[in-house]
């Protein structure tokens, strides 16, 4: 792993974008790694564009800056798809990850993406499939397992997310969430 | 067992709060500080404390609350924010006249107007007069580290003065990141029961608390703050040593990083400390000889040691969180005052930054060192006091 291994989310208010970047961040430290994660706070509108970021690294984190050349951009929301930033500071090989129905191929050209791996996963089907509502975190977590298990596998995100999830969710949303991150892997499609 | 774990900064000093085990909390919580209080009812909900959460109906309400309740003779503390800060200014006064060791977490945030809820640090150093000891982190580890050791700090008998634990808004605040807890019984051991010295409780020894104080006496007890506030320079040592045995982790008044040999020098507070250290690793690779000193101790302001650090250093920059507005920042004003004497005395001039949560990112960090590299080559010092990303700048 290259000294920081960054990851950018975007998301809307109240989708839970925040939470997602830092229940993986507790994942990937419960494997050994140091790690950070943060939101890019503004007002805390329901709806409004929202931001987080994660850095994993083998060694202590000093840095606190938000992340301007990610490794993976996770992209929650794909209504978000056209407006600013999403791909800014991404280089030939940053991973995407969109919550999208739509196919990989598609969602690349959505995108104006040419040499970036796209893996697309329908996370709200998913969601709405298991918790009858629109919480795309945990499959989006598996999705990024999927597209980077340099980072964590998908037994050791399943075996950390257990413990994390239990501290605060009740025992048959924790199996659910776990549910969601297996179907979240199994459902990725890539371009 | 310690325990590493992924815990955001607020989260990391409600920890500390559970393992001090106050007697009296008084809760007004305000953003970026809310978790702080929100974490803390929980461990009180739950039963992990025995502590007094005393739900206040202000900030000025919230130190009252803990004035009394220390004077009472209970260990207390709050957390606060900028405008709650700001609301508690009167009763911080208070607490340090009355010599009263409340802790506070201060989690720093811009003050109004305009409305801003971001970091900056105008909230702690416009306290940084009201006698407080003032503590400042870079990171979750070392902001839950301080609060370990400010009771012991605080309550010294050579000391008895109140004390921040000052932490970023939002940039340490909100952030998760990898940090060690350790464990409550060695934590415990570590602190210490609190003593205290006087008890509005004990009866049988009435004392009084606030009597007024007029030219007879009060320019003594202001002096006795000042005497105190030296102690508590060799007790911040002394604690942080004692710290550093017992979990490994050592701390001083201010941390040296990179600067024996460094020729070009910026002097900082809190979480840009890890931005500048980074740059600083990169340029050192490149050659040049740029070091940090980045300031822990803020009150009391540890001025000889500073000019001992500095001694070896051609410019110094230093960075200031904050604004006096009609004057120079005020982590500025007191390295020039370190430096006063120093015999040759390095360039020395001022940036201003991040106000109201404004990014400081590398780039500009390495752009800020290529401006001391200039005026260091030039021999002179275009503008001694600027402000950095500022638009109209």
Known sequence: ?191 | MPETRAITGNGAIAEAMRQIAPDVVAAFPITPSTQIIEDFAGFVADGKVDTELITVESEHSAMSACIGASAAGGRVMTATSANGLALMWEMLYVAAGMRQPILVAVVNRALSAPINIHCDHGDSMGARDAGWIQIYAENNQQAYDNMIMAPAIAGHADVRLPLMVCLDGFIISHSIETMQLEEDRQVQAFIGEHKAFHSLLDTANPSSWGALDLHDYYIEHKKAQQVAMANAKPVIEEVSERFGKEFGRRYELFESYRLDDAERVVVAINSVAGELKEVIDELRDEGEKVGLLKIRVFRPFPYAEIAAALKNSKIVTVLDRSTSMGAYGPLFVEICSSLYDANPRPMLYSRTFGLGGRELLLDDIRDLFEESKRYLNEGKIEKTSDFLNVRGG
């Open chain 1, 1 to 191: 792993m290259s000294k920081y291994f960054e990851v950018r989310w975007h998301g809307r208010g109240g989708q839970g974008t925040v939470t997602g970047a830092k229940s993986l961040a507790e994942a990937v430290q419960g494997t050994g790694k140091c790690v950070s994660a943060f939101p890019d706070y503004g007002p805390e509108r329901r709806g409004a564009p929202v931001r987080a970021f994660d850095r994993f690294s083998d060694s202590r984190i000093r840095i606190h800056t938000p992340v301007l050349s990610p490794d993976v951009v996770m992209i929650v929301d794909t209504t978000l798809i056209g407006g600013k930033g999403l791909v800014e500071g991404a280089g030939e090989s940053t991973i995407f990850v969109v919550n999208t129905e739509r196919n990989a191929a598609e969602t690349k050209e959505l995108l104006s993406l040419t040499t970036q791996p796209v893996y697309t996963v329908p996370a709200n089907s998913i969601s709405y499939r298991l918790f009858k509502r629109e919480i795309p975190n945990s499959a989006m977590m598996g999705a990024f397992a999927r597209a980077c298990p340099e980072v964590i596998s998908l037994e050791a995100l399943v075996a950390e997310a257990e413990k994390i999830f239990a501290h605060i969710l009740a025992a048959d949303l924790v199996g659910k969430n776990i549910e969601a991150i297996k179907c979240g892997y199994d459902e990725v499609q890539t371009a």
